[in-house]
């Protein structure tokens, strides 16, 4: 009789236990983010380490690809039904997020605090047709940076305002012996090219699209191909850049061997920390220059977004997590690997303190940011562009031929 008390008493104990278990059961939030650029992997997973800490029945598994992965990931689970809750998108795909209905429309969400706190600019990242598909969460651009004494040791008094001055100055350090070729880009046959391509679209006061249809073929679209061919086989761009992807230019412009290099933000703390660097303290950065009578500087829109995906089961949950990750606290503490999206940090000295010169750089290059073309269409428009860019810089084709190739092969 007793045991059969017992048993019964730790039945219910038992039971409680699975009732009070389901009452607090865990929500699970499967999140998408790139091993590339901008925050680390570290800096993410100690982000979302502080979230899950103040929200202990939400837990977050993050998944990190290359950036070229991260599109058809987010886009093949979809396809699938299933998969990611919150993903990282590039301001690139909104166009196609949003005809595709990958992403949920958050516009409601948004606050009025938000609103006015984040920059205007950082909004265009996850907007299209009037609506908002995310939050803002990486504002970047790229930027010009030197090596100062590399340019000192060649006379040159002052970083270069135009891309002519950029090759002036390159020939000068090659012809001192300094270094072989002085210039590193990111011209893989990848997104990094058409990034640094439209730097130089916007420098020259190109278009990429009119009416909907490609415009590159002629004006400033075709003078920044040229730009590119005559850098690479004047031999003052290092032949690698064919290849190079942005962290494959951080290692060769980090290790002394690129007095210039075209790059992110978050390029500019790691070149100057002596544990990762040989040239931390001698590291300069100003925005990418322009060109003479047409343009100041010179930037293209690289800013990301965090978003929900449509098929989430817990979209409530992943916007709270969002709106952690794009907090103007989270994003002050780790401001030195991608500047923050709200305008009053630039007032806060624990956000300025130590990059002073490139919070110099950026209020000049994220006012100018340059986007490549809002169309649902854009994977398509960009894989032309990409293989034009690698036929020309391989003389396989004129940039001319190059392009108008590129146009047919758009899809527009």
């Known amino acids: 009789m007793l045991k059969s008390i017992r048993n019964t008493l730790l039945g219910a104990t038992l039971l409680g236990v699975t009732f009070a278990g389901q009452a607090h059961a865990e929500t699970t939030l499967n999140a998408l983010f790139m091993a590339q650029a901008a925050y680390s992997e570290a800096d993410v997973r100690a982000m979302t380490e502080a979230f899950t800490k103040a929200n202990p029945d939400v837990k977050v598994n993050l998944e990190f690809v290359p950036y070229e992965g991260l599109h058809d990931k987010t886009v093949l689970a979809q396809g699938s039904g299933g998969g990611y809750d919150v993903v990282l998108f590039d301001v690139i795909w909104p166009a196609e997020y949003a005809s595709n209905k990958v992403l949920v429309d958050v516009t409601e969400r948004v606050t009025d605090e938000m609103n006015k706190g984040i920059l205007p600019g950082a909004w265009t990242t996850v907007e299209y047709d009037g609506k908002r598909y995310g939050m803002p969460w990486i504002l970047d651009t790229k930027y010009l940076f030197y090596n100062k004494e590399i340019l000192e040791k060649a006379g040159i008094k002052a970083p270069p305002k135009t891309w002519d001055e950029l090759a002036e100055q390159a020939k000068a350090i090659k012809d001192k012996g300094l270094l072989q070729t002085p210039i590193a880009w990111s011209w893989s046959q990848a997104e990094a090219a058409i990034c640094d391509y439209t730097t130089l679209v916007s420098a020259y006061g190109g278009k990429f699209l009119d009416g909907g249809k490609p415009a590159f073929t002629t004006g400033g679209g075709l003078d920044a191909l040229n730009y590119m061919v005559t850098s690479y086989t ?82 409530e949950e992943a916007w709270k997590y969002i709106v952690h990750m794009t907090s103007q606290e989270t994003q002050n503490a780790y401001a030195k690997l991608s500047l923050p999206i709200w305008a009053s940090s630039y007032e806060d000295a624990s956000v300025t303190k130590g990059q002073e010169e490139l919070i110099a750089a950026a209020k000049l290059g994220l006012a100018a940011m340059y986007p490549r073309p809002t169309t649902p269409k854009y994977q398509e428009l960009s894989t032309a562009l990409q293989q034009a860019i690698q036929e020309a810089l391989l003389g396989q084709a004129s940039p001319e031929d190059a392009l108008k190739t590129a146009a047919e092969n758009s899809g527009l």
Not at 240 to 267: I, P
Not at 268 to 289: M, R, T
């Open 234 to 315: 004047s031999g003052l761009t290092n032949p690698n850049s064919k290849e190079f992807l942005e962290e494959d230019v951080r290692k060769v412009f980090q290790n002394g061997e690129a007095a210039f290099a075209l790059n992110w933000t978050y390029m500019y703390n790691l070149a100057n920390d002596p544990k990762e660097s040989k040239v931390a303290g001698k590291v300069g950065v100003v925005p990418a220059p322009g060109v003479t009578g047409k343009s100041e500087v010179s930037a293209v829109n690289g800013s990301m977004g965090l978003g929900i995906t449509a098929t989430s089961k817990h979209p």
